[in-house]
């Protein structure tokens, strides 16, 4: 992965993140702290994930996979980035001037819309 990607990576996953605090701060949520946004690097993806235990290791969900080729932004699942009829459920880049902000929310990607 280069410097570049590197950056846009982490640029991604701090917006992310940003995404997940303001989801807790919109609905008040007291009774622990926000989940913590991670990424695993492999080689082909990086996967996005959020930890709800507070980033102990014991509650992990995916938020989304990021292709490091291009840096396109995919749905997925615990295993791998979903693939439809047309190919991966591409939902925008990490390039895009706000990281893809526009097309996730603190859950993960958006639905494609008919």
Known sequence: MDDVMD???NGYLGMVQ???NAYWDHYGFK????PLAAVIIATKY???IYCDDGGRGESKSVHSFVD???GDIIKGNWKSPIR???GLAVRGNIFADDFGADRVT????VYLRR
């Open 18 to 20: 940003d995404k997940i």
């Open 7 to 9: 950056v846009r990576l």
């Open 106 to 109: 603190n859950h993960g990607p």
């Open 68 to 70: 490091l080729s291009n």
């Open 31 to 34: 009774h622990a702290a926000p």
């Open 46 to 48: 990086a996967k996005v």
């Open 84 to 86: 439809t009829k047309k």
